[in-house]
T-cell receptor, first 114, second 114 residues
Framework: DVKVTQSSRYLVKRTGEKVFLECVQD?????MFWYRQDPGLGLRLIYF???????EKGDIPEGYSVSREKKERFSLILESASTNQTSMYLC?????????????FGQGTRLTVV | GESVGLHLPTLSVQEGDNSIINCAYS??????FIWYKQESGKGPQFIID?????DKRQGQRVTVLLNKTVKHLSLQIAATQPGDSAVYFC?????????????FGAGTRLAVHP
């Protein structure tokens, strides 16, 4: 059974803290993604990675960074958490390829910044 | 620009009826589309996909229709069941620079009433 696992379901952090969200996939996928999900806005792409040590900015990268040191792990970093980063964060992975690919999602991390 | 949107934010149906969820996309270069289902507290799950060279694809109780002329996508669920209650997202895939980029719409909530 394929699996994308996010390290935490719920997190509460203080403004200004450095926050790490971890994601691990066991499918040997090349592509990994971080999205945030907010009501009425759907899923917005923060960053993605198509290979180890490679990263690309998505649509809303400001205030975030990422790390991909190993193929199975993709970390999202909030350098200095702010209240407007309170959201649901979703990690996904997909195999490399032009067509016939789909993204598998983790269960999400609901982050609250107070 | 790149965008995927949905016509209706909420859809209420009676159990046993058929449901139709609509989606508009704006990028004519997209060559692959996916429907996801997200239940409360879970990450999105793949339902069905369709390539741009197809007009229709059927799965178990679900059918996806693609109209490239008007850039419209729909998901039809036959004999809707209470377990179908969820938020449904359409997503388009753009293949660029060697990777797949998933672009999501805002989502439609499907509420199934007994």
């Amino acid at each position: 059974d394929v699996k994308v696992t996010q390290s935490s379901r719920y997190l509460v952090k203080r403004t200004g803290e450095k926050v790490f969200l971890e994601c691990v996939q066991d499918m040997d996928h090349e592509n990994m993604f971080w999205y945030r999900q907010d009501p009425g806005l759907g899923l917005r792409l923060i960053y993605f990675s198509y290979d180890v040590k490679m990263k690309e900015k998505g649509d809303i990268p400001e205030g975030y960074s990422v790390s991909r040191e190993k193929k199975e792990r993709f970390s999202l970093i909030l350098e200095s958490a702010s209240t407007n980063q309170t959201s649901m964060y979703l990690c996904a992975s997909s195999p490399r390829g032009r067509l016939g690919t789909e993204a598998f999602f983790g269960q999400g991390t609901r982050l609250t910044v107070v | 620009g790149e965008s995927v949107g949905l016509h209706l934010p909420t859809l209420s149906v009676q159990e046993g009826d058929n449901s139709i969820i609509n989606c508009a996309y704006s990028n004519s270069a997209s060559d692959y589309f996916i429907w996801y289902k997200q239940e409360s507290g879970k990450g999105p799950q793949f339902i069905i996909d369709i390539r741009s060279n197809m007009d229709k694809r059927q799965g178990q109780r679900v059918t996806v229709l693609l109209n490239k002329t008007v850039k419209h996508l729909s998901l039809q669920i036959a004999a809707t069941q209470p377990g179908d209650s969820a938020v449904y997202f359409c997503a388009e895939i753009l293949f660029s620079g060697g990777y797949n980029k998933l672009i999501f719409g805002a989502g439609t909530r499907l509420a199934v009433h007994p």
